[in-house]
């Protein structure tokens, strides 16, 4: 730190519909404040880079320092069992054997891992490791567009990743420590990312490709209108809303026959149930989604904010903006996270 200039970091989460950035700041060692959020629109996808340098220009937001991710079908996640070495030596053993766990070239990726089980276990002697795949060229497609807009990548997550350090953050801020089995589920516009935690700790982690997008589609099929309109329309139903909930209830039982199996594979592998389901993502501003999730989960369903419990404390932009409605911002603050651990 120069000049007592405070640490922070932006989290920037560029999404296939719109980019969300919050900047965290240092205030104390344990204390983090929101000193800059601000979240747009992406028109077409030509226009990310212009809606990225709005952006930061309307947040408030000065880092350049950045945590950004990456999601999709081009990013590989898996849990590997291997017998126990040590740390320094995983990642080469897990090269070594990656070609039997990703459906691309070994060449063309850039992998990660990380040791999941303190002891191995007692009936295999293995331990579980986790192995992260991304294609090298979404990689360089990413920091070359943070880099176009003047922004230094320091770490590039994975959006389902920043969604449980987002509640990770929470826990610790609300002072919740059970150890209940919780899924969060983030309904974006092109996917719904599954993160199931016991705690503060991730066990399982899925991708399912349907989502807003597909909520808009029978929205516009069932009313004969643009989806473009019908994009408008999800943001203030007004009367139209009992007909609008009853189009895309379909679309919401699609998603939750897919969470369904996520969730029976977690308790078939953990021998535990998943006790509650916590909301975010763009789509579940739309009114009434908790409780239609949770009559089609039959679980105690929750939407939640992940700026609950932090302050703002930023100059130039305007907070008032996002009152309750920040639900979206989900992946963008567990990117920010990370400057708790820097
Ligand atoms: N206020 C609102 N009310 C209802 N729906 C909304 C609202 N704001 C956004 N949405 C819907 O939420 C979706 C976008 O959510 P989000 O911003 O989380 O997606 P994304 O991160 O851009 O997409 P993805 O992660 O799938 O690439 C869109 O389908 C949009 O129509
Ligand atoms: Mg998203």
Known sequence: MLFG?????????????SVKAVELTKAGPEDLVI?????????????TRDVISQVLKESGIRSKKTVTAVSGRSVIIRNVPMMPIPDEELKQAVTYEADKYIPFDVDEVILDCQRMDEAPDPASGQVKVLLVAVKKTLIEEHVALLESVG????????????????FELRNSLLGSDDQQVRALVDIGASK??????????????????????????????RFGEDPKDVDRMKKDPGGALESMQDAILPVLEDIGSEIRLSFDYFENQ?????????????????PGMDSMFQQIFNLQTKIWDPTEGLELAGAGFNPAGFGG????????????????KM
């Open 5 to 17: 200039r405070r640490k922070s970091i932006l989290g920037l989460d560029i999404g296939s519909s």
């Open 35 to 47: 000193s800059g959020i601000g979240k747009a629109e992406i028109e077409s996808p030509e226009m």
């Open 151 to 166: 922004l230094t990548p320091l770490v590039i997550d994975v959006d389902v990743f920043a969604l449980g350090n987002a």
């Open 192 to 221: 719904t990312s599954i993160n199931i935690m016991r705690g503060n700790s991730s066990f399982f982690t899925r991708e399912i490709y349907v989502a807003g997008n597909d909520i808009t589609d029978a929205v516009a099929k």
């Open 270 to 286: 953990f021998g535990q149930e998943v006790a509650e389901v916590y909301i975010s993502g763009g789509t579940v501003l739309f």
């Open 325 to 340: 409605a920040n639900s979206d911002m989900a992946v963008a603050v567990g990117l920010a996270s990370r400057l708790r």
